[in-house]
């Protein structure tokens, strides 16, 4: 039988010759025949651990094929794992390659062996799942704590075949697939809701003591059903337990205990440890913009609590989804988990840089949506421009205003309750119109702002030189009023200051509205 | 209701608003500050339109940052804390007549003026903005640029009505 399992893969790789035959006569079940220990070592080079994991895939004997399926989704789970340790930078970069290469050459081989041949990864991957384990790295652990989930789901073959490169992102489609433990089980977001409400379940303070990684990736093997990370039970056992929901709880001490062990040795740069359950609520905020397939590098920069980030699809594994932006309401524990996007710098500073300014892009789309007439400009440079001339147009038209009421007299009936409700009915109060477009505000106020039904105010006192001032305020204010563009109403409380005269002959002559701003302006130009 | 009256018919009074909406609250308080302003009998006969004016400013500013909850926007408490300052000065100013000290700093924020930036114009504009990072400005100037409509809106609406 092992000559079956040996002479395929021997075909595949051509580095392989020497090992997996040496292997094959070594024994079956052995606990380090997992390939991950092989990985630590790192001895050899990308080649040599590939083949000597394959070659301990292939020499374990062939066990009953209970998990055909799950074998080759198990061996694409690990490659993708590979990938992921390689990638995250915690593993030894060599595994990049590796995971190329064992995708390359495993991937396509595992598809076409859906037969017989499954049945010798069953047995390597399947029975010592406990062992392997607790021989693994605590680096590698925290990668692959999903590992665990081989043993469970026949449908992963679909979904390590998809996600083949990301280790983490795996893990909520086996998670999800562990409940319904039927065959080929298409990657359904339904599922992943699921998992992703044990995970919400599982955010508890408790898992304060978690890493960011560490922690999103026990807790969902713990939601998918392990009662414990580290071990490995039947995958029916796993899948019944993973509906229920307080499994959480056991799956929290077991992950803390693995996760504060991991988090010693995977010491990212920045503070993550003191990450509490950010790292949790992280694990189910929406991954920023993503749904699609990219290699997430997890950086758990500082943690963002936020426990609704359950509407995208997928989820990392390990915990750190990005940061929600359309999250206004800073929670209390300012840790901000962001994932790095696909061909991005994974450096902590630049993700803190890139987290900032995601900030301050939303922020200007709000400030966008509140300043007039900014939607053709880009920038935010312009933006700037536009906000800060309309925050000053704003201020110059309360002063304006003011002026313009500190002129008015006292009305007789001045009522302040009227006055407020006749405020709050008025239909279409005026606009502040901005002072750029004048013509326009003009015209569209020339009708609003017809004389009320007020009497006029009482002749101002004290502003005009002579009693025809009066007079021609009246006049004045009257169709300049109309026209509710500021610059004439300026001129016109200036009019009254300075000229009352001349402003009366002037109104008597014009009084449409261009005329009177024809006239407005050049008064300015003689008294300004 | 009994006896009926086609000529002096009361129409009811207005229901009131459902919700304090952030221009009732700011028109609440300004035209019972503009009441102030307009009844009282100091500022009607001396120095005229330009201390009215000034008070007015205050007043709506004041009703501005008030209506928002006092201490709730960095940018009122600022703004809050400015117009208390500026009060006491104004009354230190008043009794020690040292105007020197206004052209000084004017004429200093002249010589600088070419060099700053857009965010720190920003920054001059809304009250409180000095001490603030830009991620924390743009919110705040969202938030002031509302208010700032908002009282703009409602200052309109009585000058419309009551001046013709």
Redesign the interface.
Known sequence: MDNEFVMPWQSLSSGMAAQPADLNCASKQSPDCFFIPNWDDSSTDQGGRFESALSSIVSSPPAPCSYISNQSVLIRELIGKLGSIGNSGEASPHSLALSGNAAATVMPYIGGSNGTNTSCYSTPLNSPPKVNFTTVDRVVKERFSSVAGFTADPGFAERAARFSCFGSRSFNGRTSQFSPNSGELPYKPNPLMESRKFQRVSSSPSLKALGSQAAATVQQNVNSGLSDRMELTNSNEESSVSEQIPRGENGLKASNEANSRKRKAAAKGKAKESAPSTPVANAMKVPESNDNPSPKRCKPNEGDENGNGTAKGEDDAKGNSTKNDAKPPEPPKDYIHVRARRGQATDSHSLAERVRREKISERMKLLQDLVPGCNKVTGKALMLDEIINYVQSLQRQVEFLSMKLSSVNTPLDFNADALMSKDMFQPNNSVPCPMFPLDSSATAFHGHNRPQSQPLPPPLQGHGPSGTATQVDQLNLGPCHNVESHLPHLNDLQYQNFCGDDLHSIVQMGFGQNSNQETAFQHQAFHG | MAPEDPVTVSPP??PP?PTPSL??KI??RF??S??E???SRKL?TEG??????????I???SSMARAVGGSRRAWSRALLAKLQGRAKRRCHLRSQRCLGLKRKRAGSRNMVRNEVS??D??RR??PGGKAMD??NL??E??H???C??T??????????????
């Open positions: 009074p207005p608003p221009k009732t028109a609440r035209v019972k503009l009441a302003v307009w009844t009607a005229g339109v330009r201390k009215r004016a000034r008070r007015i400013k007043a709506a500013y857009g965010s114009k920003l504009l809304v830009l991620c743009l919110e100037t969202s002031f640029v509302q700032l409509a009282q703009v809106k409602v200052m309109q609406s009585i000058a419309d009505r009551y001046s013709v």
